[in-house]
């Protein structure tokens, strides 16, 4: 059973419509991220989950109980704040005791409790300093502490690692997940960063002007990207022009830039039909390049391209081709020899490759 | 040497002459009245005398030792001591919902809050002082109202001019603003991810307020209640122009003393009784200051 429901949900801010008629059913145990650009809606619909803000309509159910219109303090779960949000007046000792000590617990089994959490984020030295004297990793850590000391149903993090470097940010990647797994506690996390929600869920939700646009496990969503925005959003991915030209069972016939066709094997025809119109995604990193003709051609797509630009990145090199016809085509190519990169030259002409399953077709 | 001229010493130089010619040499005048004699037509005797070929050096503890001794001084000085606290008690009761309101109120209005709250300085002190004369006087409405609710519980009508009550309720009035500033400025600062956090960890509202907003505006209620209740409790005017016989203070008593008195002495002493008491209670603010929030995460 989903442990939350979230039926329906809208909200608007005067005419601003920001959450637009939300469902979602999150599984008890699931690391479930809600992606989307700023203003996508995902932070508010965050704080609805918190009680922050009611929505306008639609229900949300936490383990069963509505929990739509309940004040904060009643819902069973915590919120990680983008700033931490710790108390200033208070040691760190007493700021993860702050939720017990609101729950009425016996000092015995607070005093306990705390100090089990507080040795979980390796914070037990730290117990009787204040806020101010902690870092920022070991400030994140205390809010964790802080969140799951009374064992919440679930726990929301709005963009928890923003304020940190990249190098914690790594970190704090490893160590969510390993929490996340030894506490069993839904966790719902929401940012804009899509390394963050490819690494860490074990599903999410791509949202876009208060829509989503796709619910999926990170590789589906990834690999197979369903809308326009899901696959620009998301990493990097090239979006050709595309017409369906014929329709034979599952398989389509791509005319792809006016200048490329082939066939594509999809799951469900739906409402594609002969003539109809949308692109064609396929990511950098599936593209390869050759100065020759590659020898294996079998079931693999090739075209003639000239080098226009390109990117060292260390561990890959994203090229920019251009087709006959001018269409751009980025392509990743991993830095797999021993020896120096040999890049290819600007103007240069090289054979393209891929395999079109590696794309996917997007409908307009 | 090299230091001497550097901008640090050359730009602290006007206001350590200020201090020194209006702090620290009055301060160290009075302290030398206190041991003098008084003098037969008022003021102080000389300090050295010829009298019969004898030479006479005219210091003293009389003063002290009256001072220690005069019931009436130490009636005056509890009486200010409760006057200012209470005034400064009903400035936080008071000011505090106002400080709130204003610094929860939208960024537009804000300004225009604080405008209200400093308008009051526009006018002359005395004039407002007078106005609250008229407000608490007999004819006004006020105090018919006041009248009508003592006759319907069952006592004689009271006179609130020219009482105790008056002289609080003015020293309230006049300093409130005092006690909205600081508080104001606090209170603006809040972070709302932290009342919001307490709520999401099981606070309720009220809770959030005492655990959370309260601790935190700790230095602001400290600030407030210094700048109250110090000058509250050197206040001469007001209990001159609105209270009676029995709410005179010990600013009173200082400024008969030196103008009606005359007894230079004695009112160097009492300035010294008070001086040292704002003194005492300062320290004693700082110490709480200290000990509850306030200081300690100051520097974050």
């Known amino acids: ?364 | 040497m090299k230091n001497f001229f550097s901008e640090k010493t050359v730009l602290s130089i006007p206001p350590l002459i200020y201090l020194i010619a209006l702090f620290l040499v009055p301060t160290i005048l009075m302290v030398v009245i206190a041991f003098r004699e008084p003098g037969s037509y008022g003021g102080v005797a000389p300090l050295i005398e010829h009298v019969n070929n004898t030479t006479r050096i005219n210091l003293t503890l009389d003063s002290f030792k009256f001072a220690m001794t005069s019931h009436f001084i130490w009636q005056l000085f509890w009486r200010s001591v409760g006057f200012s606290l209470l005034s400064t008690f009903c400035c936080l009761i008071i000011g505090y919902p106002l400080a709130m309101l204003i610094a929860k109120s939208k960024k537009n209005y804000r300004e225009f809050l604080l405008l209200l709250v400093i308008i009051p300085f526009w006018s002359c002190f005395l004039i407002r002082i007078y106005a609250w004369m008229i407000i608490l006087g007999p004819q006004s409405g006020f105090t018919h109202m006041i009248n009508y609710i003592v006759n319907v519980l069952g006592y004689p009508p009271v006179n609130l001019l020219y009482s105790s009550a008056a002289v609080v309720i003015c020293m309230i009035y006049i300093n409130l603003p005092f006690m909205v500033l600081p508080l104001y400025a606090n209170l603006e600062k809040h972070d709302e991810a932290l009342i919001e956090a307490s709520r999401d960890l099981g606070a309720t509202n009220f809770q959030a307020f005492l655990k959370v907003t309260i601790p935190l505006s700790m230095p602001g209620i400290l600030a407030g209640s210094a700048l109250v209740f110090i000058p509250c409790i050197g206040m001469f005017v007001v209990p001159e122009l609105v209270g009676n016989n029995c709410s005179l203070m010990i600013g009173n008593l200082i400024k008969q003393q030196f103008l009606q008195t005359m007894n230079w002495p004695l009112g160097s002493v009492t300035s010294i009784i008070m001086s040292l008491s704002v003194l005492g209670i300062t320290l004693l603010f700082v110490c709480f200051a200290v000990r509850f929030g306030g200081l300690k995460y100051a520097n974050k």
């Open chain 1, 1 to 364: 059973m989903a442990i939350l429901e979230i039926q329906n949900v809208s909200k608007s801010f005067e005419d601003n419509l920001v959450v637009n008629n939300i469902s979602i059913n999150i599984e008890q145990g699931e690391f479930f991220t809600l992606l989307g650009p700023s203003g996508c809606g995902k932070t508010t619909l965050l704080r609805m989950i918190a009680g922050f803000t009611n929505p306008d309509s639609g229900k949300i159910f936490l383990d069963g109980k509505n929990i739509t219109n309940l004040p904060p303090e009643e819902r069973p779960l915590h919120t990680i704040f983008q700033s931490f949000a710790l108390f200033p007046h208070l040691t760190v000792f007493d700021n993860v005791a702050f939720p017990l000590k609101m729950a009425k617990w016996n000092k015995i089994k607070l005093v306990s409790q705390v100090e089990e959490l507080l040795e979980d984020v390796q914070l037990t030295k730290f117990a009787k300093r204040y806020p101010h004297e902690l870092s920022g990793g070991q400030k994140q850590r205390v809010a964790i502490a802080r969140s799951l000391v009374d064992r919440p149903k679930l726990l929301l993090l709005d963009e928890p690692l923003s304020a940190l470097d990249a190098r914690l940010r790594e970190h704090m990647h490893v160590e969510l997940v390993k929490l996340q797994e030894e506490t069993g506690v839904t966790f719902v996390y929401v940012t804009h960063d899509q390394q963050e929600a490819l690494a860490l869920s074990s599903r999410m939700a791509v949202l876009n002007f208060g829509e989503i646009e796709q619910l999926d496990t990170p590789q589906a969503v990834y690999a197979k990207p369903k809308t326009y925005f899901a696959a620009d959003f998301l990493g990097k991915c090239n979006l050709l022009p595309a017409e369906v030209r014929a329709i034979t069972n599952k398989t389509l016939t791509l005319k792809v830039s006016d200048i490329l066709e082939f066939d594509l094997d999809i799951e469900e025809v739906g409402e594609i039909k002969v003539g109809g119109k949308g692109w064609y995604a396929i990511r950098p990193e599936k593209i390869k390049a050759n100065r020759n003709m590659p020898t294996e051609v079998e079931d693999i797509f090739t075209a003639k391209a000239t080098t226009k630009s390109y990117y060292y990145y260390g561990d890959a090199t994203l090229y920019e081709f251009t087709l006959a016809n001018g269409t751009k085509l980025q392509a990743m190519l991993s830095n797999l020899r021993a020896t120096q990169p040999n890049f290819f030259d600007n103007e240069q002409e090289v054979i393209v490759s891929f395999d079109p399953q590696a794309g996917n077709f997007l409908v307009e």
